[in-house]
Nanobody, 124 residues
Framework: QVQLVESGGGLVQPGGSLRLSCQASGRKFSTYGVGWFRQAPEKEREFVAAINWIGQSTDYAPSVKGRATISRDNAKNTLYLQMNKLRPEDTAVYYC?????????????????WGQGTQVTVSS
């Protein structure tokens, strides 16, 4: 089992940037596929980005492609999400998640472990 704790959220102006982090502890982080999801008020949780166990393969939602970069440092048991050119519609609680499957997946149901989330608010 792995425990996940997100950080790095906050209030940012449109066009700004944020880097979210997800610190993992517990079982071997490097064996998991990991990803980021987000949930805005009154909306369903949606996929943002994912990265495979070794960091060689990534996948992005069309809404963030070109503005987001997912990465991981297995030596530090940490997952990152760099978000640039933020828009008001990026406002949501961002969750990191880990999957027993080592390859990235966009399906939330395939992730076994979830963090508590970090709030990102994009507003002027």
């Amino acid at each position: 089992q792995v425990q996940l704790v997100e950080s790095g959220g906050g209030l940012v102006q449109p066009g700004g940037s944020l880097r979210l982090s997800c610190q993992a502890s517990g079982r071997k982080f490097s064996t998991y596929g990991v990803g980021w999801f987000r949930q805005a008020p009154e909306k369903e949780r949606e996929f943002v980005a994912a990265i495979n166990w070794i960091g060689q393969s990534t996948d992005y939602a069309p809404s963030v492609k070109g503005r987001a970069t997912i990465s991981r440092d297995n030596a530090k048991n940490t997952l990152y999400l760099q978000m640039n050119k933020l828009r008001p519609e990026d406002t949501a609680v961002y969750y990191c998640a880990a999957s027993d499957f080592g390859d990235p997946t966009v399906q939330a149901t395939e992730y076994n472990y979830w963090g508590q989330g970090t709030q990102v608010t994009v507003s002027s």
